[in-house]
């Protein structure tokens, strides 16, 4: 039998150093990419109910992998499970269970449960250890690699959290399966902001293959997993708590960021089309300021119009007044002394962060540019 691909990763990060493994039905095998397996008490799996009900054969197939005692826990899908309410609710049903810190957790889902369950596995007896097994190509590419963990304030997304770094994140394509088109598009607008930001020679190949990657062909698919997140690893290994570098990731993000609080994190826009509609609004942005040309925005609209990816206000029926806009830019997390800084372009694969420091300069672009 023929082995099956699998690339591997390093998250280099001295005694918190991690491998991402990527390849296809991993899932069946998953105790292989778990390093020390044999050494923990009890397994706690944690899903929401989409998840498993669209993946059930696979989380069955995780369970029979161990021979030791499954605990399982699900939650409601979606943004509005990331709350106080759904933390305390899982950790209090998981200490009932009386685990102890030598207990795993492994997280199957897309960001949200990353983002929950590693926070819950941060405070569960002051820190146990967690898998990421993320199941969006959204988780995939972005928010399961980091140790980025949170739940979300009514001031605004991923205001509460910490740094929690996995002991490994096991990327099996074949569940992106499960996913319907809209999914796919939103983790789509993570994949571009990483050639956007750093490599364009990534930018000119997504412009080739960006339909192959929204039609899952696995070659395409896994070259753009494996790109996303190397650029990536290499930015958390240099700054891991977001001190500096590390804010490059969050182009785009100011902006949709707001959008999606301003949408009361509802179906109405998810957080892959906030993303689309933010990088859309940082380009023209870097424009209206003259650091890059107008051909930037030019070549982003192209792309995403022929793949049929919507990324105006209008396309999502959000209509938001300068003043609300900027009073939610300022929950932003890269707010500092009431400045709002914004990762903006010089040329495709040149960011660089901005602060502003007159507001009127940013009311005067939303007043030419929120459509």
């Not at 397996?37 to 929401?48: A, H, P, R």
């Not at 569960?124 to 980091?146: E, H, N, Y």
């Not at 050639?195 to 364009?200: A, E, H, P, T, V």
């Amino acid at each position: 039998m023929a082995m099956k691909k699998i690339n591997t990763l390093n998250v280099k990060l001295k005694d918190r150093s991690y491998p991402i493994f990527i390849g296809k039905n991993l899932i069946e095998n998953i105790n292989l990419y778990i390093p020390e397996v044999n050494n923990f008490s009890k397994i706690i799996i944690i899903t929401d109910k989409t998840v498993y009900k669209n993946l059930n054969k696979k989380i069955k197939t995780v369970e029979s992998n161990f021979s030791k005692k499954i605990l399982k826990f699900i939650v409601p899908q979606g943004e509005k499970t990331k709350s106080f309410f759904y933390l305390e609710s899982l950790v209090e049903k998981i200490l009932k269970k009386k685990i102890d810190r030598n207990s795993l957790i492994l997280c199957i889902g897309g960001g949200v449960i990353g983002d929950l369950v590693g926070l819950v596995s941060s405070l569960l007896l002051r820190g146990i250890k967690f898998v990421q097994i993320p199941t969006t190509l959204l988780a995939q590419v972005d928010s399961s690699v980091g140790g980025k963990t949170s739940i979300n304030s009514k001031f605004g997304k991923n205001l509460i959290g910490s740094f929690n770094q996995p002991i490994s994140v096991i990327i099996s394509t074949d569940t992106l399966q499960t996913l319907d088109m809209r999914q796919l598009k939103s983790g789509y607008a993570e994949i571009l902001k990483y050639s956007l930001i750093k490599n364009k020679v990534f930018f000119l190949w997504l412009q080739k293959n960006g339909e192959k990657i929204l039609s899952l062909n696995n070659n395409v698919l896994s070259h753009s997993i494996m790109t996303s997140c190397s650029i990536k690893s290499k930015i958390v290994s240099l700054d891991e708590k977001e001190y500096g570098i590390r804010e490059l990731l969050n182009f785009g993000h100011t902006f949709g960021h707001a959008l999606e609080l301003v949408s009361g994190y509802s179906k109405k826009i998810n957080h892959g089309e906030a993303i689309f509609i933010g990088m859309f609004l940082a380009l023209k942005f870097s424009c209206f300021l003259g650091f890059c040309d107008s051909k930037l925005v030019k070549l982003y609209s192209d792309h995403l119009e022929n793949l049929g990816i919507l990324y105006k206000l209008k396309d999502y029926n959000i209509s938001i007044t300068t003043k609300k806009f900027i009073e939610l830019l300022k929950y932003d997390k890269k707010v500092k002394a009431n400045k709002i800084k914004f990762i903006l372009l010089k040329d495709i694969g040149k960011s660089f962060s901005y602060t502003i420091e007159d507001e009127k300069i940013l009311s005067k672009f939303f007043k030419e540019n929120l459509e």
